[in-house]
């Protein structure tokens, strides 16, 4: 199953500038100058951070590959990330400001108009991440309408949350309301493989909660946010999101090493996270949700449908490149049905369409920088050197930022992508003959998020099933592993997250429960029964949202 030496190297087709789908052209560089801060559109006039895309473009069919240059944004200073802060600071107000102080059905308003504003600015926004990101046109659209989605299922989550908190309760002749309040000033950063959709699972529920957000946008995916700017200031009181951008370790620890910042919503690495946190005085009084790093494997036992395992494992560790934090990074495949899996995968592999985002039916796109690519081929060599092979043909071609998905077989402990985070198209296969062997791998492992198991034998699943759910936060049965539905919860253990993530769950993750408590005494029932008849109290009050 060895790579034939003649089959190394794939035509990779670069896109052509003037053969390019009209809708998708980007006709003017964006050079953005705006940022959002205390509701109205700020103008930097200092140092850019240039734009590059991932996608090489030839100007005629014999002309070399150059990367496209998309635009700028500004790379503001410390000295404008405080005064952000200080924005928002303002806006919150120690909880008193217009905001925190807003009543639910008034804040949903807010986001209500935000999402319809949103909307009508979906076709740059999906273009935007084609060209910054690199995925495909479908994949893109489907991210912002998903995001519409969830926007729309947190205010419904909302609206039932309200309901149960309008009851007031009596217990040991104690009367009280419980609420949910929110935790202050939030600093939302989002990934480049989901800028917009995980950005907003962290942004929209921080908000709606009634909280202040500085929203710091990825690296990757900065651009698409552009469009936002207006529509975050026509729907929301000044103060009450503000945009940072520049460089991390300059503005967000700036703005960290004030001790101001309650919240820190991060979604990316754990070196990062951690040294956002080292830098705040008191991290005691940081409430943290944060998506992190996860190497989820596959078991596929030796009685699985090995049709439904080469599908699964497929669409799991190669959707958007293998970019995904729950992609399969790792698959343990039984001895007695390796070969014939790995036959089938690469043979399914040949079939995919490695193009650019703008291909109908395309399905590996470019990785967002060369960089990446070098990474890819590091781990490779360093598999073999510990007896890996290429199984499948043209594994392990590149051309610029273009990498051919490559299956490496067999894969032991001793090389980097056996505990390494590839982050790619590489798919790593460790044969095993006991099922102590992967157990081992996933309790030993730094990581819990998810893991998906292949077979048929309900005794062996049983136990396999019962073994992993102390381990990982998701157990997946003869399927890749995801995210969705979004109303069930997204966590993981060890290194892999802080807090849970889902429609609901996100909703509490960004406040606090909160209650007004009384004796049951007639002085005390007279006082609520009227603070509550009268609207007196934003907090104490028995409103249903219908």
Avoid at 92 to 102: E, K
């Amino acid at each position: 199953m060895n790579q034939n030496k003649d089959d190394i190297n794939f035509n990779f087709k670069f896109p052509i500038i003037n053969k390019i789908p009209a809708k998708f052209v980007l006709k003017d560089r964006i050079d953005q100058t705006e940022y959002l801060c205390n509701g109205e559109l700020q103008s930097w006039t200092k140092d850019k951070i240039t734009v590059l895309s991932p996608i090489f473009c030839c100007k005629n069919e014999d002309s070399i590959p150059e990367q496209i240059i998309l635009g700028s944004y500004p790379s503001l200073d410390e000295e404008e990330a405080l005064k952000i802060l200080d924005s928002s600071i303002n806006a919150y107000n120690n909880g008193n400001g217009a905001w925190p102080s807003m009543k639910v059905e008034d804040r949903i308003k807010c986001v209500e108009k935000f999402v319809y504003l949103m909307q009508d600015n979906k076709d740059e926004i999906v273009n935007l991440l084609m060209w910054e990101i690199a995925k495909s046109h479908i994949d893109s659209e489907k991210e912002f309408d998903r995001t519409v989605k969830y926007i729309i299922d947190t205010i419904d989550a909302l609206k039932t949350l309200d309901r149960n908190s309008s009851k007031f309760l009596k217990e040991e002749s104690i009367i009280a309301q419980i609420r949910r309040s929110p935790l202050g000033i939030v600093l939302c950063m989002g990934p480049f493989n989901y800028p917009l959709n995980e950005t907003f699972t962290t942004l929209i529920p921080a908000l709606i909660m009634g909280n202040v957000v500085i929203f710091k946008p990825p690296k990757h995916g900065i651009l698409l946010f552009r469009p936002l700017l207006k529509a975050f200031k026509e729907a929301f009181p000044p103060g009450v999101i503000n945009t940072l951008y520049g460089r991390g370790r300059t503005v967000a620890s700036a703005l960290m090493a004030t001790g101001k910042i309650n919240c820190l919503a991060f979604i990316g690495t754990s070196k990062a996270a951690d040294s956002l946190q080292k830098t705040h005085p008191m991290p005691h009084r940081l409430r943290m949700i944060l998506g992190l790093e996860a190497k989820n494997p596959a078991i596929v036992l030796s009685h699985a449908d090995i049709t439904v395992a080469v599908k699964e494992c497929l669409l799991g560790a190669l959707s958007f490149n293998g970019q995904r934090c729950t992609a399969l990074k790792i698959l343990f495949v039984h001895s007695e049905i390796v070969n014939d899996f790995l036959k089938k995968l690469s043979d399914e592999i040949e079939k995919l369409k490695i193009n650019s985002p703008f291909e109908d039916d395309v399905f590996i796109t470019p990785m967002p920088t060369e960089d990446r690519v070098k990474y890819f081929l590091e781990l490779i060599e360093d598999a073999k050197m510990f007896g890996a092979k290429v199984i499948n043909k043209f594994g392990g071609s590149y051309n610029k930022t273009y990498f051919y998905p490559t299956i490496l077989y067999p894969v032991n402990k001793k090389a980097r992508i056996y505990h390494e985070e590839q982050f790619g198209p590489i798919i790593p296969v460790v044969p095993f003959s006991d099922i102590d062997e992967p157990l081992k791998y996933i309790t030993e492992s730094n990581y819990g998020q998810q893991a998906s198991i292949f077979g048929s034998d309900p005794d062996e699943m049983a136990k396999i099933i019962d073994a992993l759910v102390n381990q990982v936060c998701r157990v997946n049965l003869n399927s890749q592993c995801q995210r969705g539905p979004d109303i069930f919860p997204f966590t993981g253990r060890k290194d892999s997250a802080v807090g849970t993530l889902s429609v609901s769950d996100a909703l509490r993750s960004f406040s606090i429960r909160t209650l007004v408590a009384a004796k049951s005494s007639d002085l005390n029932k007279h006082l609520i029964t009227k603070i509550v008849k009268e609207n007196k109290s934003q907090f104490l009050s028995r409103d249903f949202i219908l």
